[in-house]
């Protein structure tokens, strides 16, 4: 087989051809890569050596009104891996575990870090001991891409005293992480959990720093990066309205055997000055992961002592509800504090089939809406929730806040619970068209019944006694007062209900809590426990120095039998705040 010259040579000029074409390309592609591009791959190889190593930031002091600390910084330490995959953070862990206890459940967080954010170092433990540090340190050879450096470390110290109001701090979730409110944050870094320290995160959240290290191929530590770090940022401190010494001596009254709560509020501007929840926990035992049989005893305790009864829990206020009672009543102008009811109390008062009694058996006698007040006579607010009607009283709660938050400035705050209007509507529903009767009107006149109140609401409301009708939002933090008006009271009618309260403390219920120096009103309530009907709860909410009020106090104590144990509490505490006030007023001259 033969071929002409003419086609050899065709074919020869086009694999030359070819051959330049593919030259070229190449050469093309070596002067994009070489020269075009050479800054961006100059870049990413950058990015390859250098890792940004996060300096955790520190959290906001918390000062009482006095500027003394409730939540602080102290030194800590923080352990971290540059890790290349899950089995390395997993290989890592392991052989720490030859050091020190790691358990399960330490393991599997660290690798839900990694997964949250491979590229960010994967915090191992975020609160570690010094004797793990140090252990370490030692063996840095047999650890590569370990990053041990010091991170503040959240300190309370009151701890139990406090924990109520301001909470403690915890690791970001990953339920929170998949949220909007937290997707700025990152795997590993610390939030507030609860109380003050959850609802101002914004405020007491510091600025995450950085340092900038060169790593080999194997993620390996090789040098510090000379450029310069970019510090943490703390925030400015949070100042509350919190009085420490009455927040102390307040925990100090429930120490670890009483069940219930206490709130103390300024009442014209609503500061609160102590907050406490017995029994308590102590939150300094939270930061770095609560240890497993510390947070099993606290979910087992039947007195909830994770639970916060100032805000959180309801309960039936009993007689202390009977101001709203009275003030209904005078408002719509069926009594006036110097009037009779029909039937004077003999220890009980018939209604229809039922025979309700009074707390006393052998019974009060012909009082006036004064004494009944002064003697928390349930006989005569029997008489006086009917003339409201059932649906007024209903309508007169629901405006003087009994479904009502405060407002308080803490998180998960719970609404009191009380019937809706129309009461029909309600009762039908709750009970049935037939399961209920109009005498469902003789049980919330005195503050029993669907009616089941917070504490700090009741504070709330007696802020509005010891005023001018109008009610402070509680406050925690500093901010501009905010007052509602409740009620509408001529002055002679308000000066009546306030001397009736001062009657209680005087001569009525609360006697045996009267104060030397100091006149207290306030009003004692017992109320039925529907978990153990021989053990009632216990109240009292009042305010002194009667004549210029500087302070309300509710007490709440589950299953404190009488109220007069409470107002026994109560005035403790205001006898504590006033003497302590005027102690500390400086001397004037002249």
Request: hydrophobic share 40%; glycine share 10%; proline share 6%.
């Amino acid at each position: 087989m033969s071929f002409h010259p003419n086609a050899v040579q065709q074919r020869a000029r086009v694999a030359s051809a070819l051959v330049f074409a593919t030259i070229l390309v190449l050469l093309g592609a070596f002067f994009r890569a070489q020269v075009l591009r050479n800054a961006e791959y100059t870049l990413a190889s950058e990015e390859n050596r250098l890792r940004e190593i996060p300096l955790p930031a520190p959290r906001g002091i918390i000062y009482d009104r006095t500027g003394r600390i409730i939540a602080e910084n102290l030194p800590g330490y923080s352990i971290s891996l540059l890790a290349r995959n899950e089995d390395s953070v997993r290989a890592t862990m392991a052989r720490i575990g030859g050091l020190a206890q790691v358990t399960p459940g330490q393991v599997g967080a660290a690798v839900r870090r990694f997964r949250r954010d491979p590229t960010r170092p994967t915090v191992l433990f975020g609160d570690a001991p010094f004797e793990l540090v140090s252990s370490l340190e030692e063996r840095r050879v047999d650890f590569p891409g370990l990053i041990i450096q010091s991170s503040p470390k959240r300190h309370y110290p009151d701890g139990p005293a406090v924990s109520a109001l301001v909470g403690y701090t915890g690791e970001v979730s990953d339920q929170e992480l998949a949220s909007d409110a937290f997707a700025d944050y990152k795997p590993g870094q610390q939030v507030g959990k609860d109380g003050i320290e959850r609802q101002y995160e914004g405020r007491l959240r510091g600025r995450e720093g950085l340092r900038f290290v060169e790593v080999d191929a194997r993620g390996r530590v090789v040098r510090e990066d000379p450029r310069e770090d970019v510090p943490a940022d703390a925030p400015a401190p949070l100042y509350t309205n919190i009085d420490l010494d009455l927040q102390r001596f307040a925990a100090g009254i429930f120490g670890d055997s009483l069940i219930g709560a206490v709130v103390a509020i300024e009442p014209r501007s609503g500061e609160v000055l102590a907050l406490h929840s017995a029994p308590t926990f102590d939150p300094n035992r939270f930061i770095g992961g609560i240890p497993f049989d510390y947070w099993t005893a606290l979910q087992a305790d039947p007195r909830r002592p994770l639970y916060n009864k100032a805000i959180k829990g309801t309960y039936p206020p009993g007689s202390v509800w009977k101001l709203q009672t009275a003030i209904i009543a005078m408002e719509a102008g069926l009594v006036d504090i110097d009037d009779h009811m029909a039937t004077p109390c003999a220890g009980g008062y018939q209604y229809g089939n039922r025979y309700f009694r009074c707390w006393d058996k052998k019974g009060h006698g012909d009082v006036t809406l004064a004494g009944a007040i002064e003697h928390s006579c349930d006989v005569y607010f029997y008489q006086l929730g009917l003339k409201i009607g059932l649906s007024r009283l209903i309508a007169g709660g629901i405006r003087l806040g009994s479904r009502d938050r405060t407002g308080i400035d803490l998180p998960a705050e719970n609404r009191p619970l009380f019937p809706t209007d129309p009461p029909k509507a309600y009762y039908d529903k709750l009970f049935g068209p037939r399961g209920w009767s109009n005498a469902v009107t003789l049980n919330l006149s005195i503050g029993q019944g669907e009616n089941s109140q917070t504490v700090v609401n009741m504070a709330r409301f007696y802020t509005a006694l010891a005023t001018d009708g109008s009610a402070a939002r509680p406050e925690i933090v500093r901010g501009e007062s905010q007052r509602t008006p409740l009620f509408r009271l001529t002055d002679a009618q308000l000066r009546g209900i306030q001397g009736a309260l001062e009657g209680v403390v005087g001569r009525g219920t609360a006697a045996g809590s009267r104060l030397q120096g100091i006149t207290v009103a306030g009003k004692t309530g017992t109320a039925q426990n529907a978990q153990d009907r021989s053990a009632d709860h216990a109240w009292f909410v009042g305010y002194a120095p009667a004549e210029d009020p500087k302070i309300v106090v509710a007490v709440m104590l589950e299953f404190g039998l009488h109220g007069s144990r409470a107002a026994r509490i109560a005035t403790r505490i205001m006898e504590h705040h006033l003497k302590a006030k005027v102690t500390s007023m400086p001397e004037v001259d002249g």
